[in-house]
């Protein structure tokens, strides 16, 4: 019987040759935080070097979700296998040259030495004499490292893709360590179905039944307004939502525009009242260098130019946070996508809402939900026995088939012991 060291580093060695085979969508920038497990079919990166797509339904096709109550265990094995390539002295860094397919010489030899020690690529492709040149073997390990890095999975070794290369042994062992009470904890009480939001990778997963239905871009908070942690069920959906303008945000960015441009409230049709039910103020009759901002009621009403969208995803939580639409599309084409004030716009949101409807008695087909969006119409939807909520912040993690994931500290909380909370504002 295989030890269980030795079961998992053949685990995971599988994983990583398991990614080899994924199909991605085609990316034109460096570095991006999306999902391990590429779910689309490649696309051909558009001339404005923006994402082409990589949200879409992906059920059917066996995907592992990236928290499951398997979490714990894929991790500690990745952990296993992370100090035996600690102990046998981790691997050597590279230099800066850029390698592609056709590139040969030692240059070649290094990368796929690196990659052999980590599992990518056999070591037998060491020997013979193809060693020295970049050939598809080499092109799809490389490939396969970059999906669970991160970056653009192009084939291409460039500044991104060697930074994360040279990154030691050690400090890959510590991110798993660190991310290892993190996964214990979101996976806790975990149901049949859940949608997952991890805030370094900028990604969210509906997953039932331990598979994933679904995959979305998303666009999380900014270093200075960082998203939160929590967890939560889904109680209720809001189409064509008023926003309740937090005061926070009518302090850092409605006034200062409405002081810049006069028109800004009218021609976002935001609305200022006199407290909540109270009656409508003219903005003009009002000092806005003394007043302050939690004073009145601002409130932007429905239709294209709201920034909640058509759709806005509610669950009880301490943080004032929800998930939903955006008429600001283009955000999800960027490849670092940490642009809300703490909140989660959701890619393709409606493909979420039909699934949660879909699965509960509040059941609305394509062309219902498509009249109820296009009448413009606040309509407030009550869902029983939601799915679970989960925001979560994970820069490693292991899947049950074998893939080991990281992705970089954007809110600088490893080392603290962060879990669940609401994260510091990066100031600088």
Avoid at 15 to 21: I, K, N, P, Q
Avoid at 119 to 127: H, K
Avoid at 357 to 375: F, G, H, K
Wanted: hydrophobic fraction near 40%.
């Amino acid at each position: 019987m295989l030890s269980r060291r030795v079961f998992n580093r053949n685990l995971f060695a599988m994983g990583s040759l398991l990614a080899m085979g994924s199909t991605v969508p085609v990316l034109a920038e460096e570095p991006i935080f999306t999902s391990s497990i590429a779910s689309v079919p490649a696309k051909t990166a558009p001339k404005n070097g923006k994402l082409a797509t990589q949200t879409e339904i992906v059920a059917g096709l066996d995907q592992v979700p990236m928290l499951s109550p398997g979490s714990y265990d894929a991790l500690t094995g990745a952990i296993y296998m992370y100090e035996e390539f600690v102990a046998g002295g981790g691997w050597q860094q590279l230099g800066s040259k850029t390698l592609k397919k056709g590139s040969k010489g030692e240059a070649v030899i290094a990368l796929r030495q690196r990659l052999v020690a980590e599992n990518y690529i056999p070591f037998d492709s060491l020997g013979g004499d193809n060693a020295a040149v970049y050939d598809d073997e080499l092109m799809e390990a490389v490939r396969a490292f970059q999906i669970n890095h991160g970056v653009l999975p192009s084939g291409i070794v460039a500044e991104k893709t060697l930074a994360q290369l040279n990154v030691p042994a050690e400090t890959r062992l510590g991110m798993l360590r660190e991310n290892l009470p993190r996964v214990e904890a979101y996976a806790q009480d975990l149901t049949d179905r859940s949608i997952l939001v991890n805030i370094p990778a900028a990604q969210l997963e509906t997953v039932e039944f331990g598979r994933v239905y679904s995959r979305h871009n998303i666009v999380v908070g900014k270093l200075e307004r960082p998203s939160p942690t929590l967890a939560s069920k889904v109680s209720d959906i809001n189409f064509n939502p008023y926003w309740k303008i937090p005061a926070s945000i009518v302090d850092r960015d409605i006034v200062p525009k409405y002081m810049a441009d006069p028109n800004y409230l009218v021609d976002n049709q935001i609305r200022i009242f006199d407290g909540v039910g109270g009656p409508e103020i003219d903005p003009a009759f009002i000092d806005w260098t003394t007043t302050p901002p939690e004073r009145y009621f601002f409130r932007q009403e429905p239709g294209d130019h709201n920034s909640l969208g058509s759709v806005k995803i509610n669950f009880p939580n301490d943080h004032m946070v929800y998930m939903h639409d955006t008429p600001h599309r283009e955000l999800f084409g960027r490849n670092v996508r940490f642009e809300s004030s703490g909140c989660v716009r959701i890619d393709q949101v409606a493909t979420v809402v039909r699934w949660i409807m879909d699965r509960t008695m509040a059941q609305m087909d394509e062309v219902q939900y498509e009249m109820v969006v296009s009448s413009r119409e606040n309509f407030d939807l009550k869902i029983e026995n939601g799915p679970d909520v989960r925001w979560i912040y994970l820069t490693a993690w292991a899947t049950e088939d074998g893939r080991v994931n990281f992705r970089p500290d954007v809110y600088g909380l490893d080392g603290t012991g962060f879990i669940y909370g609401q994260p510091q504002p990066k100031t600088f």
